[in-house]
């Protein structure tokens, strides 16, 4: 997207997937067209507004998560 003032809104993704486990990363950020490369490209220091989110699938994922039962024993007693 390109907002008013000629900065433009950028968004990646990319899928990783190795031993039964698959992870997504996006980055979403605002860019100046001046900092593009002739190769396309840009610096990570200059996303303002960066915003990067991982998000894992897969086996050594769901072994990770807490049960039910020890989720309502910390909620009970919190300390």
Request: glycine share 8%; net charge negative; charged share 20%.
């Amino acid at each position: 997207d390109v907002l008013p003032n000629g900065n433009l809104v950028i968004a990646g993704a990319r899928r990783v997937t190795f031993s039964g486990e698959t992870q997504h990363v996006i980055l979403r950020g605002v860019v100046r067209a001046a900092d593009i490369s002739s190769a396309n490209t840009i610096l990570s220091s200059n996303i303002a507004d960066a915003h990067l989110e991982f998000i894992s699938e897969g086996e050594l994922s769901d072994a990770q998560k807490r049960g039910w039962i020890s989720r309502l024993y910390e909620f009970l007693r919190p300390f």
